[in-house]
């Protein structure tokens, strides 16, 4: 038989077909995230969660359940009219407004660059921690003598 496979070689065809990329190599090409960047502000939805949780703990204290209280809210959320939501809807307004100011400031430190003097203060207190152990450990010396 010219020209057929065999079963072995249906088996390996089967196989290499069936391979798929790592999912590391996808998140290599993600830049790590910025510890010192500002969160997004919560929605309004949230910010009447934030006060609805407590309220929903005080009123049902045996309750675990982190679903039913996000159930919960969202029913309330939903029956709520547009005057009900409005508080929580300027609350979040005004974060947003904090946030934005916050991530212009951020934005515009990170177009300066990474500040320099705070890298060489520290290795100038390393060489200052130094220099005052070896003075105190030479008077040390000078003192049992």
């Given amino acids: 038989m010219k020209g057929g496979k065999s079963k072995s070689d249906t088996k390996?065809?089967?196989?290499s077909v069936?391979?798929?990329p790592a999912k590391a190599?996808?998140?290599?090409?993600?830049?790590?995230k910025d510890p010192n960047?500002?969160?997004?502000?919560a929605s309004a939805f949230f910010v009447f969660m934030e006060e609805f949780r407590e309220q929903y703990k005080k009123e049902h204290?045996?309750?675990?359940?982190?679903?039913?209280v996000g159930k919960a809210g969202g029913?309330?959320?939903?029956?709520?009219?547009?005057?009900?939501?409005?508080?929580?809807?300027?609350?979040?307004?005004?974060?947003?407004?904090?946030?934005?100011?916050k991530l212009k400031a951020y934005n515009k430190g990170?177009?300066?660059?990474?500040?320099?003097?705070?890298?060489?203060?520290?290795?100038?207190?390393?060489?200052?921690d130094?220099?005052?152990d070896d003075e105190e450990g030479s008077g040390e010396e000078d003192d049992d003598e």
């Fill in 12 to 15: 390996n065809a089967k196989l």
């Fill in 18 to 20: 069936n391979k798929k």
């Fill in 25 to 32: 190599s996808k998140k290599a090409g993600k830049a790590a």
């Fill in 37 to 41: 960047k500002p969160k997004r502000p």
């Fill in 61 to 68: 204290p045996k309750n675990k359940s982190v679903a039913a």
């Fill in 75 to 101: 029913d309330k959320w939903k029956s709520m009219s547009d005057a009900e939501k409005a508080p929580f809807v300027s609350k979040a307004e005004k974060r947003k407004i904090e946030y934005e100011k």
């Fill in 110 to 128: 990170q177009a300066e660059g990474p500040k320099e003097e705070e890298e060489s203060e520290k290795s100038m207190s390393e060489v200052n």
């Fill in 130 to 132: 130094e220099e005052e």
